[in-house]
Every structure is written in structure tokens, then in C-alpha cells.
């Protein structure tokens, strides 16, 4: 397979051509995109029109999906793709930089997301690479931070849950979601690299601190991941496929098209099937 490869920015990112999207999705396949995920923490194919089973194959090709998301509806043509779509006067929630479900104990490895309606303008996504973040920590705040634990939870997908079902709603959709303790600096076990793992959308307290001592250090570890030298940028067309690697990268979906429509179709896969033999 002869893939060429285009580094989007030096934090993370790389478009790739070369890719036939009609041909078989083996695991030599597999194997090569997992590499350059490892290497570009997101990747890029253009005019890479999947349908859903076709995803969900390639899904299963990186690994073991079944995170399904407790509040998005599923594609009629499998349940493990997810839509995720917006328009009018909804309230899209990924306008804040997260990493998806670390609520969960096992948050997933990767994510696979296909741009299916794209609006005129606008509905851009940003990743940022949290190695980038995390090395450009100043030595003091790194060795503050190094044992340190915050606590994850469901964040504003409380909104939704309230507005259906005030309280009991909150509550079933908090115990459906979960929530997990996490290192805020952790270890990618693929490439062993530090970065940092907390997030504006679901990290809401840090082990050990006080409240107000939590809040100052989050807010100051925050600011950071929104510099744009750690970014990359992607403007989606219809049949773009971006994949990600979910540990050690965040990623923020600009709301600025409404009430324009805009539809993506996401599998999440939960394990790294290339893990334990890197
Ligand atoms: O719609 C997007 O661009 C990103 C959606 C998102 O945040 C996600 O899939 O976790």
C-alpha cells in the first residue's frame, strides 16, 4: 500500500492519500493506520465515503467497539454507529475541548467520525495533542501535578437529562454515564509518552485539593490546552473520515453554523487490538 503522508501541524494531524475506500479493510490495512495514528494522534481521509457497516468493519479491524454513547441515537443500520447530528436551535455539547467518555473507568482508544451534511460554512473540528500540552508545562507545575488524580464525570450532558426528567433524571443518566478517577498525567501504553488528562468538559474535582485550590489549577491547566500551537484545524466536507487516538489528544467541534444542519456518523472503539503487541 503506498500511502502518502501530510503532516498538518507539528503538534499533531496528518492528512493521508493513497487509500482506496472501496477496497478490503484488512488487518495489514489496519495495521499501517494504526502506526500513523500513533504517530499523528488524528488522522485525515478525504472522499472516504464509508457507509455505516463499513466503519463499524473498520472499527473492528482497530479493535473492540462497544462504548455506545448514553444520550446519542444509533444508525437503523447498526448500533454501533452512532449520529450525531444539529440544526435550528439545538445545543450542539461538543463546543468544549474533551476527551470522549472519560467518565468511564476505560474510556475508548479511538474514534472514527465521517462527516455526512456539512453546512456551507463553519462546524470545523480542532484537536489538540495533550503530549504537546503536557511538555510545554513548566518543570514546577509538572512535578505539582505528577501524583496527582482528578475525578470525571458527565459534565453538561446533565442539561439534557434535566430538561427531560429534572432530578431522577440527572441521577439515571449520571448512573448510566459513570464516573472515574484518572491520573492526571498519564501514560500512553502504546508509546509510553507522558500527557496531560483532564478536560473543560468532564474534569470536575482533583483528589486530595479543596475545592477552590482544584478550580485555580484546572482553570490554569485549561488555559493551556486552548493554545493554538498545540492544535490542528480540520474544515470537513461530506465523506471526510477523521480518526483519532482518544488517549493523549482532545478535540473541540466549533459551533458556528446553526441553524444550518450538520450530520457525522462516530464509532467508538473501546480496546486498542495492537496494544499489547506494540
Ligand atoms: O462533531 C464533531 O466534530 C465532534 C463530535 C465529538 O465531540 C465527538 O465525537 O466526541
Redesign the pocket.
Known amino acids: 500500500m503506498a500511502l502518502t503522508v501530510d503532516r498538518l501541524s507539528p503538534a499533531l494531524g496528518a492528512e493521508l492519500f493513497g487509500l482506496d475506500p472501496t477496497a478490503p479493510i484488512t488487518s495489514d490495512v489496519a495495521d499501517e493506520l494504526h502506526s500513523l495514528l500513533m504517530e499523528h494522534q488524528v488522522i485525515f481521509l478525504r472522499d472516504f465515503d464509508l457507509s455505516p457497516v463499513r466503519m463499524v468493519e473498520l472499527g473492528r479491524e482497530l479493535g473492540t467497539l462497544g462504548a455506545r454513547h448514553h444520550s446519542y441515537v444509533t444508525h437503523p443500520d447498526s448500533d454501533d454507529v452512532v449520529i ?1 447530528e444539529w440544526k435550528d436551535d439545538d445545543l450542539p455539547d ?1 463546543a468544549e475541548w ?1 476527551s ?1 467518555m472519560t467518565y468511564r473507568a476505560t474510556p475508548p482508544f479511538a ?1 472514527i ?1 465521517k462527516g455526512v451534511v456539512i453546512p456551507p460554512a463553519g ?1 470545523d ?1 480542532l484537536w489538540a495533542s495533550m503530549y504537546s500540552v503536557y511538555d510545554s508545562l513548566p518543570p514546577g507545575m509538572k512535578d505539582d501535578i505528577a501524583e496527582l488524580e482528578a475525578v470525571h464525570d458527565m459534565g453538561a450532558f446533565r442539561t439534557p437529562a434535566y430538561r427531560a426528567s429534572g432530578n431522577e433524571g440527572v441521577m439515571d443518566a449520571y448512573t448510566n454515564a459513570g464516573t472515574a478517577v484518572h491520573p492526571m498525567v498519564s501514560h500512553h501504553p502504546v508509546t509510553g509518552r507522558p500527557y496531560l488528562n483532564v478536560s473543560e468538559s468532564f474534569t470536575r474535582f482533583i483528589i486530595g485539593l479543596s475545592a477552590p485550590e482544584a478550580g485555580r489549577l484546572l482553570t490554569e491547566l485549561f488555559d493551556r490546552i486552548n493554545r493554538p500551537e498545540h492544535h490542528v484545524r480540520l474544515r ?1 466536507k461530506p465523506n471526510t473520515l477523521a480518526i483519532w487516538d482518544n488517549r493523549g489528544t482532545q ?1 473541540y ?1 466549533v459551533v458556528d453554523y446553526l441553524p444550518h444542519r ?1 450530520v ?1 456518523h ?1 464509532v467508538a472503539v473501546v480496546e486498542d487490538a495492537r496494544q499489547s503487541v506494540a
Open positions: 450525531i461538543a474533551h470522549d474514534s467520525l462546524g473540528t470537513w478535540h467541534a450538520r457525522m462516530r
